[in-house]
């Protein structure tokens, strides 16, 4: 079975602060996605990696790859009230089976 | 951009009734469904993969005569949680896909239900 651990589970940080927040498993993805989701709301998608060591920006959201593919990061600059939410990584399996498995989750709160 | 769109947005009915949640992709054809569940404040949890025209596949421990999944059109599926009980209130979601697994999947909006 695959899993996918984050850290921190929960996080409150004042704004302007940075953060990050890690995606770790023992196996290794074929890709992996940054998801956010508010409450009562099903998962935006943010970004897809695939290569390792692979990193992407979305404006002030860096997103890392591992090198091994089995690992990510996410790193927010100077957070804003706006970035509260629930982020979810969700990652590829390379089995035949293709399903989305999804992390633990990490719930930002950002105090204005 | 792809639209997947989950209808009912909130359910709350009494112990013991069938309650059906339908999940239709507006702009694409939809190969694969997906079937998720979520408990508050934890993350999504895979019940179920449907392909049009064929039995879902259901995730270990998911109970596939409780959950009912019928796919049968590139643009509809539909999750019945049958005689539903106060411990099957959660949050569903569903999410589509079009085409091979290195296509995205497209989520809707998600159904809350509240079994008294």
Known sequence: ?112 | GAVVSQHPSRVICKSGTSVKIECRSLDFQATTMFWYRQFPKQSLMLMATSNEGSKATYEQGVEKDKFLINHASLTLSTLTVTSAHPEDSSFYICSARDGPSNQPQHFGDGTRLSIL
Not at chain 1, 27 to 38: A, G, H, T
Not at chain 1, 60 to 66: A, D, E, H, I, Y
């Open chain 1, 1 to 112: 079975t695959q899993l996918l651990e984050q850290s921190p589970q929960f996080l409150s940080i004042q704004e302007g602060e940075n953060l990050t927040v890690y995606c770790n498993s023992s196996s290794v993805f074929s890709s992996l996605q940054w998801y956010r989701q508010e409450p009562g709301e099903g998962p935006v998608l943010l970004v897809t990696v695939v290569t390792g060591g692979e990193v992407k920006k979305l404006k002030r959201l860096t997103f890392q790859f591992g090198d091994a593919r089995k690992d990510s990061s996410l790193h927010i600059t100077a957070a804003q009230p706006g970035d509260t939410g629930l982020y979810l990584c969700a990652g590829v399996g390379e089995d035949s089976s293709y399903k989305l498995i999804f992390g633990s989750g990490t719930r930002l709160l950002v105090r204005p």
